[in-house]
């Protein structure tokens, strides 16, 4: 996947997982292995790096080469006056993300044939001690711009836990309907709180929704 491809939000670089970067195999091995991302996601079955960077290798770049979009790679730009001092905006984008620090990951998914929705839905997770700071309203939101204007799709769907009150409080704070408790055929008829922008269509059933 394209190393030099980043969207920037006020505070976040949002970026592919790179498989040949141990430090993006170690992060997202930490992220899918805390409790919180478990309780929320299930497990991952992520144990080791290796596992981690033939999830990016394989499954990540595949959903990025099927269908445009797939889990990025959330980093927090470094603050301060001299942030750029040494590693200056001309420099390539890698050497930038270098002085970053990794909070989380968001993503786009549609599920697998037959049972896929019509358009993605928007997930996101940070890091337990770098929640409540915002960051998932952020990249969520410029996830939200980038599938947009780079790939030309302006509805996704939110899909939580009905007991997820910190998802369902990031949703409503950026503007989303909060449509009702679900069945998903695509989670096993699992029940799910699902949210979608003021955009969306009233009949949810042209997405795939009952």
């Not at 592919?16 to 141990?22: G, M, P, R, S």
């Not at 006056?81 to 420099?91: I, L, N």
């Not at 044939?113 to 839905?121: I, K, N």
């Given at each position: 996947m394209d190393p030099n491809f980043f969207i920037e939000?006020?505070?976040?670089?949002?970026?592919?997982?790179?498989?040949?970067?141990?430090?993006?195999?170690?992060?997202?091995?930490?992220?899918?292995?805390?409790?919180?991302?478990?309780a929320s996601a299930g497990n991952t079955g992520l144990k080791k790096r290796q596992?981690?960077?033939?999830?990016i290798k394989n499954s990540f770049s595949k959903w990025r080469a099927?269908?445009?979009?797939?889990?990025?790679?959330?980093?927090?730009?470094?603050a301060g006056?001299?942030?750029?001092?040494?590693?200056?905006?001309?420099?390539p984008f890698q050497a930038r993300l270098a002085r970053c620090t990794p909070v989380g990951s968001?993503?786009?998914?549609?599920?697998?044939?037959?049972?896929?929705?019509?358009?993605?839905?928007?997930?996101?997770?940070?890091?337990?001690?770098e929640t409540r700071k915002g960051y998932a309203k952020?990249?969520?939101?410029?996830?939200?711009?980038?599938?947009?204007?780079g790939l030309g799709?302006?509805?996704a769907l939110g899909f939580t836990d009905p007991a997820n009150v910190a998802a369902k409080a990031v949703f409503?704070?950026?503007?989303?309907?909060?449509?009702?408790?679900?069945?998903?055929?695509?989670?096993?008829?699992?029940?799910?709180?699902?949210?979608?922008p003021p955009n969306a269509a009233e009949d949810l059933s042209v997405y795939g929704l009952p």
């Open positions: 939000t006020d505070r976040l670089y949002i970026s592919y997982f790179q498989h040949d970067n141990d430090a993006h195999c170690d992060f997202l091995l930490n992220l899918y292995t805390t409790p919180e991302f478990i596992d981690a960077r033939r999830r099927t269908h445009g979009y797939c889990p990025y790679l959330v980093s927090r730009k470094p006056p001299t942030a750029t001092d040494a590693v200056g905006p001309e420099a968001v993503w786009f998914m549609r599920g697998t044939h037959p049972t896929a929705y019509a358009v993605p839905d928007l997930g996101f997770a940070i890091l337990p001690e952020e990249a969520a939101g410029g996830a939200m711009k980038h599938l947009k204007e799709i302006d509805v409503k704070s950026m503007g989303w309907v909060d449509r009702g408790e679900m069945a998903l055929r695509e989670f096993g008829g699992e029940v799910s709180s699902v949210w979608v």
